[in-house]
């Protein structure tokens, strides 16, 4: 059973999985001077084409644009950095269930739909020094729920579909993961998560 778990790898998604939005969505609000309810469908209404390598400058002037607001240089730049750091910052309860995994020899990958800025804040964080396999949708320009990117992820992670365990918040990602033979499940939350893993 030991070999089993060295040989497989967790992966994860990072919004809404790692890192909750309720830690984001606020903060970006308050710099824009909206509410969140505002916020909301300007912020998704142009992610995808963020998340597969779009200019930053282009996101959020339409962001700003369609809530009435100047796309100020300041105020992009400021937005681009606070959207990356929040997305990139770890909650104590993903973190502690990292360092569980990582600490009973689990390999670890995470696959997320996400702008460059974002990716690049993740591979500067200093939890990411602990998983060497990130795949983020910016840098190959293919998105989940594309079963391209799964095929691709299993050529950075080294597996074979039937090795990788995956959580995404999202039933359609998880479709997609399972077509491609990966173990995929909905995220249920770390503690489920943990059981599913096997403790």
């Known amino acids: 059973m030991a070999s089993v ?54 996101y959020w002037t339409g962001v700003l644009a369609a809530l009435g607001r100047d796309p100020e240089p300041e105020l992009v730049a400021t937005l681009t950095e606070l959207d990356s750091v929040k997305w990139s910052t770890l909650p104590p309860a993903s973190a502690d269930l990292l360092a569980h995994l990582r600490g009973r020899g689990e390999r670890l990958g995470v696959l997320s739909n996400a702008p460059g800025p974002l990716a690049a804040a993740v591979r500067a964080a200093r939890w990411a020094a602990d998983i ?20 691709h992820a299993d050529t950075v992670y080294g597996t074979e579909p039937g090795e990788v365990v995956f959580f995404d918040d ?3 990602n998880v479709e997609a993961a399972r077509a491609h033979g990966w173990d995929a499940h909905v995220w249920p939350g770390p503690q489920a998560a943990l059981e599913i893993l096997g403790g």
């Open 5 to 58: 778990l060295r040989s497989r790898t967790v992966v994860f998604d990072l919004g809404e999985v790692l890192v909750s939005s309720t830690g984001v969505l606020p903060r970006l609000a308050a710099e824009i001077g909206v509410t969140v309810d505002e916020l909301s469908p300007a912020y998704w209404s142009g992610r995808l084409a963020y998340d597969l390598g779009a200019d930053a400058e282009e």
């Open 132 to 151: 060497p396999h990130l795949v983020f949708s910016a840098d190959v320009a293919l998105a989940k729920p594309d079963p391209a990117i799964y095929a």
């Open 170 to 172: 999202k039933p359609e």
